[in-house]
């Protein structure tokens, strides 16, 4: 296990079976992530970004909650800043980490207890497959702290939920339930807080046995169509299907269909 220490706070990575675990370990704070916590993270995921004995990433956390977003506290403490400071800031911090969430060509599950809030909501928002304990709740509370929203929620949500449940979220700050969440379409799966880890471990074996390549350039087609007509979205799906084509995997699958059994894939 490699551990990034903060002075109140800690990532920790573990791998397993091709799964790269990432725990946010603050419980204390329902693991709300101050700036060190914030840089460890980013730098997990970019190094998983390109490792190739990977195959999933499962995001968690430490003790009974998920997380409860960025520590404004710890982050806006000591001298004043000077102007700009966010700008400069954010787009290398919380930004990054829902961006490499979001584009990482790896399956990213997302388990989730207690709170996810604010950038923990957005994570788990972010992550391909989010499944909750029946006791999680979602809460976007920006507008609640005075200040507008960010990490990706306003592009997020509506996405996800459409305009009015987004504006709920985001403009009245409305909490919503891990069953709500899971009938909106908001997350992967609400089970009972009993369950949470053996159906994550389940949903993890199965992406990380799978065709590795061929889910990430799946991944990023149905991101990229998000914005894309529908001519420049089958375009781009012709350039994936060239490159995962050219795979290992690809040669199994065929094999596997002409022998009438169960393909098995090396990530290759």
């Known amino acids: 296990m490699q ?8 990532v920790t990575t573990s791998r397993a079976d091709g ?14 992530l101050s700036p060190a916590m914030v840089d460890a993270f980013v730098d997990a995921l970019t190094v998983a970004a390109t490792d190739d004995s990977l195959r999933a990433v499962h995001i968690r956390g430490g003790g009974t909650d998920f997380c409860a ?9 000591g001298e004043r800043p000077r102007t700009g400071n966010l700008v400069r800031r954010v787009p290398h911090g919380a930004h990054r980490v829902i961006e490499l969430v979001h584009t990482i060509q790896l399956p990213v599950v997302c388990s ?6 604010g950038l923990g909501c957005n994570i788990a928002l972010a992550a391909d497959f989010t499944v ?32 009015a449940r987004a504006k709920s979220m985001l403009l009245l700050g409305e909490k919503v339930s891990a069953s709500d969440a899971a009938d909106w379409g908001l997350i992967h799966r ?9 159906v994550a471990a389940e949903l993890l074996t199965k992406l990380a046995s799978g065709p590795t390549v061929a889910i990430g350039l799946a991944k990023q087609a149905i991101h990229y169509g998000q914005h894309a ?40």
Do not use: Y
């Not at 551990?3 to 800690?10: E, F, K, L, N, S």
């Not at 946010?24 to 709300?32: M, T």
């Not at 609400?190 to 053996?198: R, W």
């Open 229 to 268: 007509t529908l001519p420049q979205t089958m375009n781009q799906e012709l350039f994936n299907l060239e490159l995962s084509c050219r795979t290992k995997d690809f040669k199994e699958g065929l094999a596997a269909f002409r022998e009438k059994r169960a393909p098995e894939f090396g990530g290759r």
């Open 69 to 77: 977003g960025v520590d404004w506290v710890a982050t806006n403490s």
């Open 112 to 117: 989730v207890r207690g709170w996810a809030a």
């Open 190 to 198: 609400c089970v009972d807080d009993s369950e949470l880890d053996d």
């Open 132 to 163: 909750a304990s029946a006791e999680a709740v979602f809460w976007e509370p920006f507008l609640a702290r005075g200040f507008s929203p960010d990490s990706g929620s306003t592009w997020l949500l509506p996405r996800l939920v459409g305009l």
């Open 3 to 10: 551990t990034a220490v903060t002075d109140d706070g800690a």
């Open 19 to 32: 799964v790269l675990h990432v725990t946010l370990e603050r419980p204390s704070r329902r693991n709300s």
